[in-house]
């Protein structure tokens, strides 16, 4: 049973108002029955400008008083090297937890964070996004009518050299690197269409401060294979394609904010899907986490206890073959 859940509204507080907090904040303005009551950082003056920007009604001193404050869940938007230890923390305390992918810095601390969700009750679910918009569920729609035969090939990457020096992805402490930053939603494509990952293949480079800067992983799953790359020091497009036995669906650029597909055929028929998706797209997967709530469910069925545990340990193969490892790990 969920607990401390208000009949009219789900109210949500904030881990870490940063980028992908904002754009939560954003997103929430699309969710119906759901608002933003609580915020907290490490970094005070950070939290306050990021109340005062988006109608923030309280900005807690700690963690524990964020917690302790008549919230029914909690969006951690720290990065990867805080999930694990927040999400339990706000587990504990009685809240349901919505955490920034990728769900922590490799499997086993996703296993802890799912025990301790169990052991209280309460809901977990990574915030994994591409599979809630719009234009990703008319394609699965589309192929479960209309399908191209059993797929077996995932290929999808993308490599952004845009980001600045001080850009998070850049330091090794806050489990940086391409493979973290960009490798959660290419893994969560391979999983989803071609099952659990049986052996990862990897090549790359890492930087003089430890993070992987480029990687090329090549994937063995259970129903095919995956050609998946990430990047930080070169550029590309981020396009997917996934191949059945009959045809093939590109999924364009930028392919995890989904808006535009084409499915081929074997006979040369095209069949072209476009979805627009509003409010950032944040808010799709943010609507279905309360759905789950207001139902009483513990676990998603898009996203899984045992995806995310998947997907962790997916780049964690990778990481390891290139020797990057993280503080505590």
């Known amino acids: 049973m969920t607990a401390n859940v208000s009949d009219a509204t789900i109210r949500f507080g904030i881990i870490g108002p940063g980028r992908a ?10 969710v119906p029955g759901a608002t933003l009551t609580g915020v907290w950082s490490r970094n005070g003056d950070r939290a306050r400008s990021y109340a005062e920007r988006f109608s923030v009604p309280f900005v807690a001193q700690s963690l524990e008083e964020l ?3 008549p919230i029914d869940a909690v969006y951690v938007a720290t990065h990867p090297d ?5 999400a339990c923390a706000a587990l504990k305390a009685g ?5 920034e992918k990728p769900a922590a ?6 296993r802890r964070i799912v025990e301790t969700a169990t052991e209280h009750g309460r809901l977990f679910m990574e915030a994994m996004k591409p599979p809630f918009f719009p234009l990703y569920q008319r394609l699965r729609a589309h192929l ?7 797929v077996g090939y995932v290929r999808a990457g993308h490599c952004d050299s845009s980001r600045a020096p001080d850009y998070p992805l850049h330091f090794t402490e806050l489990g940086g690197g391409g493979i973290m930053g960009i490798g959660p939603y290419e893994a969560f494509l391979a999983l989803d269409w071609l099952g659990p990952l049986i052996h990862v293949q990897t090549m790359g480079r890492v930087s003089a401060a430890g993070v992987d800067t480029f990687a090329l992983f090549q994937t063995e799953h259970r129903n095919g294979m995956a050609q998946l ?6 550029l590309s497009r981020g396009d997917a394609l996934i191949c059945g036995t009959t045809g093939y669906v590109t999924i364009h650029e930028n392919w995890w904010n989904p ?7 074997g006979s040369g028929r095209k069949v072209e899907l476009e979805v627009p998706y509003e409010h950032g797209g944040f808010n799709y997967e943010t609507e279905h986490f309360c759905d789950l709530i207001c139902q009483g469910k513990l676990e998603s069925t898009e996203i899984s206890h045992a995806l995310s545990i998947g997907m962790a340990e997916l780049l964690e193969c990778a990481r390891a073959a290139l020797g990057v490892r993280f503080p505590g790990e």
């Open 67 to 69: 917690l302790a404050s």
């Open 82 to 86: 805080s999930h694990a230890e927040l």
């Open 259 to 265: 808006v535009h597909a084409t499915v081929v055929y």
């Open 95 to 99: 809240k349901h937890v919505l955490c």
């Open 229 to 234: 790359h990430t990047g930080l020091d070169l």
């Open 144 to 150: 479960a009518a209309d399908p191209i035969g059993p």
């Open 105 to 110: 810095l490799n499997g086993a601390q996703v």
């Open 21 to 30: 907090g904002a754009r939560f904040a954003e997103g929430l303005c699309g």
